[in-house]
T-cell receptor, first 115, second 113 residues
Framework: AQKVTQAQTEISVVEKEDVTLDCVYE???????LFWYKQPPSGELVFLIR??????QNEISGRYSWNFQKSTSSFNFTITASQVVDSAVYFC????????????FGAGTRLFVKA | AAGVIQSPRHLIKEKRETATLKCYPI?????VYWYQQGPGQDPQFLIS???????DKGSIPDRFSAQQFSDYHSELNMSSLELGDSALYFC????????????FGSGTRLTVV
């Protein structure tokens, strides 16, 4: 079965704190992709990152970094020095099957960053 | 760069009415996907089309239908609307061979009253 679990429903931090959003996935595919999306209060889904299963290198983009570990089936997302504009719901997602026509989303983690 | 265009952005309908949502994919994208996101929920896959043919189907109610036209735009038709259909409806598009690169539109917020 394909499944994405984001155990943290809501996280609240104070500006400038670092915060890590957890994502654990299950898949039988040997080749797969994982995504993170941000959904701000305005509602649109903003693509943040895509990672394929062959690439376990961690990635850093500005204040964002991702830690992909196949051994633990985790793809965690860290925001360094959080800002109020980071307040949003963050979804981890797993396209299903080699065609990827269906994407399985985690339940999302709502991040509140207080000034 | 061109993005996925959805129209309208907001739609208010009464129960039992019909609604049509439109999606214009990124140019040269041949695959379109529809997702429904209820309040406080994660997006759920509804249906996808590749080269104007339905390619996959998710939890789409029988009251809903969709199609992809010759210009690759897609329309989601919803009839006999119910209060529970109130949601954000997202469309995404991709080139099938690079499905992992698909991009979502900004969504249509449907409110059924």
């Amino acid at each position: 079965a394909q499944k994405v679990t984001q155990a943290q429903t809501e996280i609240s931090v104070v500006e400038k704190e670092d915060v890590t959003l957890d994502c654990v996935y299950e898949t039988r595919d040997t080749t797969y992709y994982l995504f993170w999306y941000k959904q701000p209060p305005s509602g649109e889904l903003v693509f943040l990152i895509r990672r394929n299963s062959f690439d376990e290198q961690n990635e850093i983009s500005g204040r964002y970094s991702w830690n992909f570990q196949k051994s633990t089936s985790s793809f965690n997302f860290t925001i360094t020095a959080s800002q109020v504009v980071d307040s949003a719901v963050y979804f981890c997602a797993l396209p299903r099957g080699t065609g990827g026509f269906k994407t399985i989303f985690g339940a999302g983690t709502r991040l509140f960053v207080k000034a | 760069a061109a993005g996925v265009i959805q129209s309208p952005r907001h739609l208010i309908k009464e129960k039992r009415e019909t609604a049509t949502l439109k999606c214009y994919p990124i140019p040269r994208h041949d695959t379109v996907y529809w997702y429904q996101q209820g309040p406080g929920q994660d997006p759920q896959f509804l249906i996808s089309f590749y080269e104007k043919m339905q390619s996959d189907k998710g939890s789409i109610p029988d009251r809903f239908s969709a199609q992809q036209f010759s210009d690759y735009h897609s329309e989601l038709n919803m009839s006999s609307l119910e209060l529970g259909d109130s949601a954000l409806y997202f469309c995404a598009s991709s080139v099938r061979a690079r499905w992992y690169g698909y991009t979502f539109g900004s969504g249509t917020r449907l409110t059924v009253v």
